[in-house]
């Protein structure tokens, strides 16, 4: 489910409705725009999102013009002040901080179905998600700080590290992990398997997934939180 928003509408788009769900039969135009550089993608931990839906663009089969890439992407949870760099912030304490809004969020909505028709529950639930991080960057534009122009956003956003390297990146983790686990594991482990210990923690670590781009944070923050 994908959820298109600007501060005075929202579009839900189920892809797994779209004829049979893979991205062949997913709007052309979707792609498209989710595609295009100069729009820009917000939202809280948006790379998971989009690594999702190029996993699933890939595996719809329909080769490279189908894929979905979705560049620009800006994490809104990075935008806060915070002394510990990595932290990111949810959608609810963005609200809560920026716009005094508060957000309660469901579990019970959250952890349902997404793939059958949507109750109006989820509806207001996923539209509600998406008006936020469009209110969020409405709001941080309002404050004249040229940071948060467009132009500007999409220029820190241009050298952002693209979806088939975040794909094999995390493919490589995940198979060092798995590995590394099983040598852990052993109580009888050699000398060449402490030495494939270290190489596979080597692996862990070059492979990192990267912060995402974020706004000089020694500049103080633009807006009075709530």
Not at 145 to 167: F, K, P, Q
Request: proline share 4%; glycine share 8%; charged share 30%.
């Amino acid at each position: 489910t994908i959820q298109l928003a600007t501060t005075g509408s929202c579009l839900i788009v189920q892809l797994a409705l779209c004829g049979d769900g893979s991205a062949g039969h997913a709007p052309v135009v979707l792609r498209e725009l989710m595609n295009n550089p100069n729009i820009i993608k917000c939202g809280v931990s948006i790379d998971d999102d989009a690594l999702e839906l190029y996993r699933w663009s890939k595996e719809g089969g329909g080769g490279e013009g189908t894929s979905w890439r979705m560049a620009s992407r800006l994490d809104l949870g990075c935008i806060l002040p915070d002394n510990n760099p990595s932290r990111r912030a949810g959608l609810r304490e963005l609200g809560q901080k920026v716009l005094g809004v508060d957000m309660l969020k469901s579990k019970r909505i959250a952890m349902s179905n997404w793939g059958g028709p949507l109750s109006l529950e989820q509806i207001a639930y996923a539209a509600r998600d998406a008006w936020v991080a469009a209110a969020l960057v409405r709001r941080l534009q309002e404050t004249g700080d040229g940071r948060y122009r467009t132009d500007n956003i999409a220029s820190l956003l241009r050298d952002e590290r693209g979806l088939e390297e975040m794909d094999a990146r995390a493919a490589a983790r995940k198979e060092a992990r798995v590995e590394l686990k099983e040598l852990k594991a052993s109580e009888d482990r050699t000398e060449d398997d402490k030495v494939r210990m270290e190489e596979l923690q080597f692996v862990l670590d070059t492979n990192r997934p990267a912060l995402p781009p974020t706004f000089d944070k020694n500049m103080s923050f633009p807006l009075t939180l709530f």
